[in-house]
């Protein structure tokens, strides 16, 4: 504790006697200043014990010491000690009457008493709160860092906690709650997820004090990370500001989870690497070999049914929130997953119904639904993404797999969507598949001279051709669709062919021309 009026009076060698304010000696002192100004305020700080002997006040005159003292208080001044037996036998009337007016204490300093030891005290005491202050704080330090090393950041949290008498919460990169200590804390840390969030949009190292939920605490928010973009954040709540001990403790706290921090981006750059050769196997058709290099850092999810993702992007910014959201789902729901990040594209294999596949859909949700937004308050082109997801498979399967998403992204990308499944392909119809601007050109280029010559005047090719091919070419029920005979039908069905250059004999000719008739009509 730094020193007070109180630890002051009770210092038997300076002999103090109160004369005024006896209920505000806990008050701290900040430092013991002497001054004979009759307005030393201008030279004030706060929280100073100021030593005078009234060389140049009138200490007798009552309605002068009121002013006086009123400004001292105004000032922050904490206490005033007045020397008797220089200038005044005894302390003024005037002066101690104010001081009681005001509630400043007034303490009465004996001649034999020199200011100069006053100040010694007080900055004897200031230092050795301060050495007291930095122990602790080493002590702390070696206590933190003990936890890190035997229990991880949990023990840390908890470690952190006790030392600042209040709650800690570790976030991950996607703002989400990793872990609390107590576990009381537990609700109140999320609901600081806003909080940071906005933190974590400044460039580390960054900090903020909130007030906690319902005003509970207080709270201190610091990002962890040496990058542009903190990878995750410390959440400290006290019921008051901290002390020199417990911002040493915070401090250390940062340090060891930050290190912790870049130690994992290390490890995880190492087990992209593997990932990377695992998925090479995978591709290559060698799970065996796959399954060997993975050991136990990818193996379980090679023995389960398993989502290849496959997205690309702008920029290779514009991929940094589904990595996020991927692999903070993976982490809290304690999912192996597999990301193989290449410039502008990334490749997930993640388990089949889990957590983090869940989290990259979502997150793709929430891009669908940002393109609602005007050009010029949404994302530029270098942050459009687009995903294709794999239907369930296993290792034997990879390269199916891989090839599924593929083809999903490409159709995602034709049809302007952030997202497709190929499980929606694959249930769904090819028509859909039409639209793309390169089949319609195909289908006009096909069926134009059909067009041309029914726009004479001449026939009725186009419509006879759909009647045809729509009842597989029967020609009697394809006639009576039209309302002609059949041996009209057969005439038309022969200039058709002349027209195209094509035989009807021909199974692909008459597909050809079914998806191009259902092209331009936009069925």
């Known amino acids: 504790m730094p020193p007070t009026l109180a630890s002051l009076v009770h210092h038997s060698a300076l002999k103090l006697t109160v004369r005024a304010g006896e209920d505000r000696l806990d008050v701290p002192v900040r430092w013991a200043h002497v001054s004979e100004l009759a307005d030393p305020v201008p030279y004030m700080e706060g929280g100073e014990l100021l030593l005078i002997t009234a060389l140049k006040l009138d200490a007798e005159d009552p309605e002068a010491m009121r002013k006086y003292v009123k400004r001292l208080v105004g000032a922050g001044v904490v206490g005033l000690g007045f020397a008797v037996g220089v200038n005044y036998d005894e302390i003024p009337k005037a002066l101690v009457d104010a001081a009681e007016r005001e509630g400043l204490p007034l303490l009465e ?22 050495y007291r202050a930095v122990t602790a704080g080493f002590a702390a330090q070696r206590e933190l860092t003990r936890q890190a090393l035997n229990a991880g950041p949990e023990g840390l949290l908890a470690a952190l906690a006790a030392q600042v008498d ?58 962890l990370g040496t990058g542009r973009r903190p990878r995750a954040a410390l959440a ?20 060891l989870l930050t290190l912790t921090t870049e130690r ?5 750059a190492a087990e992209q690497r593997v990932g990377a050769a695992v998925l090479r196997m995978l591709l290559a058709g060698q799970p065996d070999h796959a399954r060997g290099v993975a050991g136990d850092l990818y ?17 290779a910014e514009a991929l940094a929130g589904l990595t996020e959201a991927v692999e903070s789902a993976a982490a809290r729901a304690g999912e192996a997953v597999l990301l193989v990040p290449d410039g502008k594209r990334l490749v997930v294999l993640a388990a089949d119904g889990g957590a983090a596949v869940a989290a990259g859909v979502e997150y793709a949700a929430a891009r669908e639904a940002a393109r609602a937004v005007p050009a010029e308050q949404g ?3 270098d942050d459009e993404l687009v995903v294709g997801l794999s239907a369930p498979s296993g290792p034997i399967a990879a390269a199916a797999a891989y ?45 134009r001279p059909l067009y041309e010559h029914d726009a004479t005047g001449r026939g009725d090719l186009v419509a006879s051709l759909r009647a045809w091919l729509s009842r597989h070419g029967q020609w009697d029920a394809a006639a009576a669709d039209l309302g002609v005979h059949r041996h009209t039908l057969r005439y038309r069905m022969r200039r058709v062919e002349e027209i195209l250059g094509r035989s009807l004999d021909d199974p692909d ?3 050809e021309l079914w998806l191009a008739l259902k092209a331009t009509s936009g069925e």
């Not at 576990?183 to 007030?211: F, I, M, Q, Y």
């Not at 008051?240 to 706290?253: D, F, M, P, W």
């Open 379 to 381: 994302a530029g082109e």
């Open 236 to 255: 400290v709540g006290t019921a008051s500001a901290l002390g020199t001990a417990e911002r040493y403790a915070v401090h250390s706290a940062i340090a």
């Open 166 to 223: 209040g709650w800690a919460a570790l976030y991950d990169a996607s703002g989400a709650v990793v872990a609390t200590a107590p576990e009381w804390a537990g609700r109140r840390a999320a609901r600081l997820t806003a909080e940071v969030e906005r933190l974590r949009e400044r460039p580390a190292p960054a900090s903020s004090v909130v007030g906690g939920p319902d005003n509970e605490d207080r709270v201190e928010l610091h990002s």
């Open 264 to 268: 994992s981006r290390s490890l995880h």
């Open 299 to 315: 193996g379980g999810l090679l023995d389960a049914p398993f989502r290849m993702i496959v997205a690309d992007a702008g920029g």
């Open 509 to 511: 000719v008459r597909m």
């Open 403 to 447: 090839k599924q998403a593929e083809q999903a992204l490409s159709v995602a990308r034709r049809r302007g969507r952030v997202l497709v499944e190929h499980d929606q392909l694959a249930s769904g119809s090819v028509l859909p598949l039409l639209a793309d601007d390169a089949v319609k050109a195909f289908a006009d280029g096909l069926l």
């Open 109 to 130: 300093v004996p001649r034999r008493t020199p200011f100069l030891a006053i100040s010694k005290a007080v900055s004897a005491a200031i230092a050795a709160d301060q």
